[in-house]
């Protein structure tokens, strides 16, 4: 079945960097955009970024622009969202994201939080 397992968020200060991963299994995963999504506490999830099936487009929240990366890797089925620059707002459970077949899958989500 698809499988989509985020990790590296945890705590970081205001100003800093955090690159999370999210490992994919059980579908074609070269052939689909992946995205990553967040949801603060009390708030809506909302896209961050995505990245077309073989990597050559990306596109950005107008809040993380210029400061987010993110990449993938079709030989290992990951992708990876680079954060630089957080700030407290950003404090949130960021998801992996994929949409085919007329539905949305997600992971499990990871915490990340920003604060000194």
């Known amino acids: 079945q698809v499988q989509l397992v985020e990790s590296g968020g945890g705590l970081v200060q205001p100003g800093g960097s955090m690159r999370l991963s999210c490992l994919t299994s059980?579908?074609?995963?070269?052939?689909?955009?992946m995205n990553w999504y967040r949801q603060a506490l009390g708030q809506e999830r909302e896209l961050v970024a995505s990245?077309?099936?073989?990597?050559?487009?990306?596109n950005y929240a107008d809040s993380v622009k210029g400061r987010f990366t993110i990449s993938r890797d079709n030989r290992k089925n990951m992708v990876h969202l680079q954060m630089n620059n957080l700030k407290p707002e950003e404090t949130a459970v960021y998801y992996c994201?994929?949409?085919?077949?007329?539905?949305?899958?997600w992971g499990q989500g990871t915490q990340v939080t920003v604060s000194s």
């Open positions: 994201n994929v949409y085919f077949y007329d539905r949305d899958y």
């Open positions: 059980g579908f074609d995963f070269s052939r689909y955009v």
């Open positions: 990245i077309s099936a073989t990597g050559t487009t990306t």
